[in-house]
């Protein structure tokens, strides 16, 4: 791909002047990109082996706060420092932004140099590593769902969140006319992404006036959480530069549809894909059977991994292609799972439980380990539903609240012996701030329902 550089491709262009600035990054827990802007010349001089940031970091909210009750970093500890190590291999062109260079780092624990076990990346690398122990590699593309507003999010967070105008006026799926009035923010959002190394397939129009939709070409699932991370962030600085918002909260308003993260996967065996049985029922391996039995019944388990915040639960409303059930179907978008590309080389299990707001490291580690759970036990899949799946009484229900998802995250044992007591116990507790900072607001609803009338 255009857009990657080696070390010594970086160094060159800091050398000729054309890199002034590299982007040291790690992800952090909501998803988001958190790190420090360096001087292109300390970077490739000294900063390129490590720097350091505030344990704090992944112990924090979308608003930055310092909760209490987490067991890795707290007052008590006094919140020192992890070591953030560039990873070179991620090195890439950011060419939104002028002169300037982009580079993961992963993220370690100060004394030991170990891994810190509830970052997002290792928590995914961990699951890719125990796939590797059975000769398997994920395939993964994460479809990336959001909605453009006419004004920027300066003007809107000044208005109170009150006027938020999406920029069509009109349902705008598939809808060659109307996307093309968004050009101006959609064509440098492919064409920049794709200089800078990801493999974009597309862009369309959702169903909903302003929903927009990106399609990355899939890939192993540690690039394809790499590629969805920044080409989210992307997607906000662009939108930003041209005067509008883009916002990936899964629903924003009560009577419109929310937004989607689906997580397509497959599992491939010497560069083969493992998924794929000619001769079996829809082309369905037995090793796909397996997989795609644990990705269903563990579904509730880490529904929190694909749904994170209050407001992510309620997208899950019926009719309106968001799922309610944790059951899969064939080509049916009505069910938590659908099975994609059947019968062909291409078979592969879409997720669709997730919404815009999932951190796809979180989501694809839980989703590996489930999978790798029903391939070890050899789970049974059970047959596929039918119909319109929204009606469908016997079938199990996702998680509805958050505060249900927080109890089978914290009661699942599959997930404890997956991805360690520590883990689990720090995203439990990282659901529970979400909900009790939910518990001490006053809502708009509240006041209008009852200001007078109470
Ligand atoms: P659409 O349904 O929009 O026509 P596709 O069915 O071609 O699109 O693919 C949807 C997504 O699935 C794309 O991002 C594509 O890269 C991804 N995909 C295709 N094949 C596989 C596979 N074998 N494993 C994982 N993802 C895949």
Request: proline share 5%; charged share 25%; aromatic share 10%.
């Amino acid at each position: 791909m255009p857009g990657k550089l080696s070390f010594d491709e970086l160094k060159s262009r800091v050398a000729e002047g054309s890199v002034d600035t590299v982007l040291a990054c790690f992800v952090d827990m909501q998803g988001r990109l958190t790190g420090k802007r360096f001087h292109a010349v300390n970077f490739v001089e000294t900063s390129f082996k490590e720097t350091h940031c505030c344990t704090y970091l992944l112990a924090t909210d979308l608003e930055m706060s310092t909760p209490v009750g987490y067991a890795a970093t707290s007052w008590e500890t006094g919140y020192g420092d992890y070591i953030m190590a560039p990873d070179l291999s991620t090195i890439r062109l950011t060419p939104w932004l002028e002169g300037t260079v982009m580079v993961l780092c992963d993220v370690l624990d100060h004394h030991s140099h170990a891994p810190v076990p509830h970052a997002p990346r290792a928590m995914l690398k961990k699951q890719i590593a125990r796939l590797k122990t059975l000769g398997l590699e994920a395939m993964m593309a994460t479809e990336l769902e959001f909605f453009l507003f006419e004004k920027s999010f300066e003007d809107i967070r000044k208005g109170g969140f009150r006027d938020l105008t999406p920029i069509s006026g009109y349902n705008e799926d598939y809808h060659i006319l109307q996307t093309t009035k968004e050009e101006h923010v959609m064509r440098p959002i492919r064409n920049h992404l794709y200089a800078a190394g990801l493999p974009i397939e597309n862009t369309k129009g959702e169903a909903e006036a302003g929903q927009e939709e990106l399609n990355i070409r899939y890939a192993p699932a540690l690039d394809c959480a790499d590629h969805h991370t920044i080409a989210k962030h992307a997607i906000k600085e662009i939108a930003w530069a041209q005067g509008h918002a883009a916002s990936f909260l899964p629903k924003w308003d009560k009577d419109r549809v929310g937004s989607s993260s689906h997580v397509h996967q497959s599992l491939w065996k010497d560069g083969q894909p493992a998924f794929y049985d000619k001769s079996a029922t829809l082309g369905m391996s037995k090793l796909m059977e397996h997989y795609m039995a644990g990705l269903v019944a563990f579904a509730p388990d880490y529904t929190f991994f694909l749904a994170p915040y209050v407001n992510s639960y309620k997208r899950f409303a019926k009719g309106t292609f968001a799922p309610t059930k944790t059951v899969w179907s064939v080509d049916n978008r009505t069910a938590g799972f659908r099975l994609c590309g059947e019968s062909s080389k291409g078979v592969r299990v879409e997720c669709r439980i997730g919404g815009s707001d999932l951190n796809p490291y979180l989501a694809q580690a839980a989703m590996l380990a489930a999978g790798i759970k029903g391939i070890e036990d050899k789970m049974v899949l059970p047959p596929p539903t039918k119909g319109d799946i929204y009606g469908d009484t016997q079938a199990a229900d996702i998680p509805q609240t958050l505060r249900d998802a927080t109890e089978t995250l914290r009661n699942s044992a599959f997930l404890r012996a997956a991805m360690g007591d520590d883990v689990i116990d720090h995203y439990t507790r990282c659901a529970e701030w979400e909900q009790e900072e939910f518990d001490r607001a006053v809502t708009d609803w509240e006041i209008a329902r009852g200001f007078e009338r109470a």
